[in-house]
């Protein structure tokens, strides 16, 4: 899981939002990207969920993040080992953990 934090306000992020965007559409087509979304309230940042990447890939998509070249945002970064998923979730992990080994 990848914990975005806006190391300002959101009004800072704003003019690289849309290269957020297009970086958040980029991991989600090649599949690396399962879920995203802004916290609520949004001025926290966002979450992200990744599947199918060792920690040290993470770390590097981290930092290819627009909001972080510009210096806007950080991020946290928590691996799960997932004990337990509901069944369509479980599927996709599955495949995902055979395409990325």
């Known amino acids: 899981m990848l ?33 995203s979304g802004q ?3 949004s001025e926290d940042g966002g979450v992200i969920v990744a599947c199918g990447v060792d920690r040290d890939t993470a770390e590097a998509i981290a930092a290819q993040d627009p909001f972080v070249v510009a210096g806007v945002a950080r991020y946290e970064i928590t691996t799960v080992a997932a004990g337990r998923a509901h069944p369509g979730l479980a599927d996709i992990l599955a495949a995902r953990s055979t395409t990325r080994a």
């Open 39 to 41: 916290t609520v309230p």
């Open 3 to 35: 914990r975005v934090h806006y190391t300002g306000t959101e009004a800072d992020s704003a003019p690289y939002t849309a290269a957020h965007v297009d970086y958040l559409r980029r991991h989600h087509a090649d599949g690396t990207f399962l879920l």
